[in-house]
């Protein structure tokens, strides 16, 4: 949050500022105020307050403390101007320490700019925040007074906070409360109008607040002077780190734009959620041929190599049955005509052409079997046999001539 300020304004620029120019102007401990580069909690800086009642016009200019010391504080304790330098809008009307405040004790505080850090890895680049026409910033703020042991009373103030406008989100996701016209300032000035002053607690949008970065010795409340907001060149990876949250901006309003002109259906949405969160399912080939053949895509798109025309390109073989037409018809023709039929469409049982086919493979068969019979009969009348001479049969009961017998006759 808005923790280092620069305010070398004077303390009769103080109420000009603020937007209060011809209002009655009083001023109190403005000797305690100076000039600084480098404002932090615990300095002394110039507060616009209302002066008087609510009927009153006028305004004090009152020199008090960075770093609210509530007045229910106890005396004995040591003030810590770190602890309340900020008050967050959206709960200053619950705690304790600011809601009793909000009723009288709403004050205005002027500055030149302020500081802020942004994260670059182990190290802290500041940047200053200012209006581009150098005018003064106003902030609103939250005044009290304490009292320690010794009786001496302490006026401190807290800087009111919101959430950072759209432009500095990339560097904090805060920002003071800007009061930016005089409309705004009366608002949360006039005390009449308590019902009122949440209306300014808001963030600054306008593109006139700009910013640049400046040295990080500024980070030591002790380094003081011009050098403090003297801008210096980034290096090329914070430049692009900014670069970065800004185009994905831009992405984020395109992509916004393009919802409203063709907003989805909740369905679809919810689809498209569902998709990214769930693994990648594999492509169902048959309902993209389905659609492609519905709306006529897959004309256009280019077909794949059909193996049937490749097939008619090829040389035909020869065609047995169409030879066979030529020629006669004979008791052969027929068959090898059968059994090119059978061959070329894969006759069934029962087909006629496969009955055929069967007889003309049994016809076949029974022709080779008696071809091979007759040869063997033909092989074995060729043989020489030894002629045996005929002589008178013997009955059954002879006793058949043994091998000795039979060569012993002779």
Not at 84 to 96: D, G, P, T
Not at 281 to 293: G, I, P, R, S, Y
Not at 310 to 330: A, F, G, Q, V
Request: aromatic share 8%; hydrophobic share 30%; glycine share 4%.
């Amino acid at each position: 949050m808005c923790g280092r300020a620069q305010c070398t304004l004077r303390a009769d620029d103080i109420p000009r500022a603020c937007h209060r120019n011809n209002a009655p102007v009083r001023f109190l401990n403005t000797d305690r105020y100076r000039p600084s580069y480098n404002v932090s909690p615990g300095w002394n800086l110039s507060v616009v307050r209302r002066d008087g009642g609510a009927e009153s016009e006028g305004v004090v200019v009152h020199c008090m403390k960075w770093g609210l010391i509530p007045s229910f504080t106890k005396k004995s304790e040591k003030p810590d101007f770190y602890k309340m330098f900020n008050a967050r809008s959206e709960s200053i009307s619950e705690k304790a320490s600011f809601r009793r405040l909000l009723p009288k004790n709403r004050c205005l505080i002027a500055v030149e700019g302020f500081y802020e850090w942004k994260k670059h890895g182990s190290k802290k680049q500041p940047y200053y925040i200012h209006f581009k026409d150098g005018r003064p910033l106003v902030f609103a703020a939250l005044y009290d007074s304490w009292e320690n042991s010794e009786g001496e009373i302490l006026d401190t103030f807290t800087i009111v906070t919101t959430s950072s406008s759209s432009r500095l989100r990339w560097l904090h996701d805060r920002m003071p409360v800007i009061l930016a016209d005089k409309a705004s300032t009366d608002t949360w000035l006039n005390i009449s109008s308590t019902p009122k002053f949440d209306s300014v607690l808001k963030p600054y949008e306008k593109d006139d607040l700009v910013w640049y970065p400046v040295t990080p010795a500024m980070g030591k409340p002790s380094f003081d002077g011009p050098e403090c907001i003297k801008e210096i060149p980034l290096k090329k990876e914070e430049k692009n780190q900014i670069l970065k949250f800004f185009s994905t901006k831009e992405s984020r309003k395109e992509g916004s734009k393009r919802h409203e002109e063709n907003p989805l259906d909740e369905s679809v949405k919810t689809g498209f959620q569902k998709n990214l969160k769930e693994e990648p399912e594999t492509e169902d080939f048959t309902e993209n041929l389905k659609e492609e053949l519905q709306t006529g895509n897959l004309k256009e798109e280019p077909q794949t190599e059909d193996p049937a025309e490749n097939l008619k390109e090829e040389p035909k073989t020869e065609d047995l049955t169409e030879n066979l037409k030529e020629e006669p018809e004979t008791e052969d023709n027929r068959e090898i005509l059968s059994l090119t039929k059978m061959e070329n469409n894969d006759p069934e049982p029962g087909d006629s052409i496969y009955e055929g086919a069967v007889k003309v493979e049994k016809k076949r068969d029974r022709e080779e079997l008696l071809a091979d019979q007759k040869s063997v009969v033909d092989k074995v009348e060729s043989r020489p046999w030894p002629v045996k001479k005929k002589g008178k049969l013997k009955s059954t009961d002879d006793k058949q001539p043994t091998l000795l017998s039979y060569f012993g006759k002779k």
